[in-house]
């Protein structure tokens, strides 16, 4: 299985870039894909395939990456973006796996 | 619009069933694989199933293979989840979805197991 390993929790200040990262046990190529959730929300699809955004998802995300390394940026920070955020790799069927969430927080 | 809507949930006892369903619209439901993917409380997002658009093939983890079966009805856009042989360890809000990145999500419906 291939297991997503991301930091737990990530404190930034309003106006901020932040760097969110995804490490994958094994290679995924680019199918990486990226989730935001806020709080009693269902998960909302940010980025697909590493690096494309999804339609109607601002253009302070973006991500980039490939093979075992990813990383989701937010530039600037806003308060709407405080919530947990999750990578999901679909590159091995089964299974697909999601990392553990990394929740953003403000200073 | 894509619209997913899932029902069946509630609580149950541990080792018996319950099947859940989802209806789907806004989009040709026959040309897409679909999934189940449940969040326990407080915790993170776990994929559960997987069907493809004709529903001969189908994908599960290791923590639910044996116990859930996934299938679809093409002729009535929906998406269902057996879950037999339920454990405490399986609350959680279960969410459908489509493809095998998840562009959609419905509201999710909530399973309890619990005597």
């Known amino acids: 299985d291939t297991v997503l390993t991301q930091s737990p929790a990530l404190a930034v200040s309003l106006g901020q870039r932040v760097t969110i990262s995804c490490r994958a046990s094994?290679?995924?190529?680019?199918?990486m894909h990226w989730y935001q959730q806020k709080s009693g929300q269902q998960p909302k699809l940010l980025i697909y395939?590493?690096?494309n955004l999804e339609s109607g998802v601002p253009s302070r995300f973006s991500g980039s990456g490939s093979g075992t390394d990813f990383t989701l940026t937010i530039d600037p920070v806003e308060a709407d973006d405080i919530a947990n955020y999750y990578c999901?790799?679909?590159?091995?069927?089964?299974?697909?796996?999601f990392g553990s969430g990394t929740k953003l927080e403000i200073k | 619009e894509v619209q997913l809507v899932e029902s069946g949930g509630g609580l149950v006892q541990p080792g018996r069933s319950l099947k859940l369903s989802c209806a789907a619209s806004?989009?040709?439901?026959?040309?897409?694989?679909m999934a189940w993917v449940r969040q326990a409380p407080k915790k993170g997002l776990e994929w559960v199933a997987t069907?493809?658009?004709?529903?001969?093939?189908?994908y599960y983890p290791d923590s639910v293979k044996g116990r859930f079966t996934i299938s679809r009805d093409n002729a009535k856009s929906s998406l269902y989840l057996q879950m037999n042989s339920l454990k405490s360890e399986d609350t959680a809000t279960y969410y459908c979805?489509?493809?095998?990145?998840?562009?959609?999500w419905g509201q999710g419906t909530l399973v309890t197991v619990s005597s």
């Open positions: 979805s489509v493809g095998d990145w998840f562009a959609y």
């Open positions: 806004g989009f040709t439901f026959s040309n897409y694989y």
């Open positions: 069907i493809s658009t004709s529903g001969s093939r189908t």
């Open positions: 094994k290679s995924v190529s680019t199918y």
């Open positions: 395939s590493a690096s």
């Open positions: 999901q790799q679909s590159n091995e069927l089964p299974p697909l796996t």
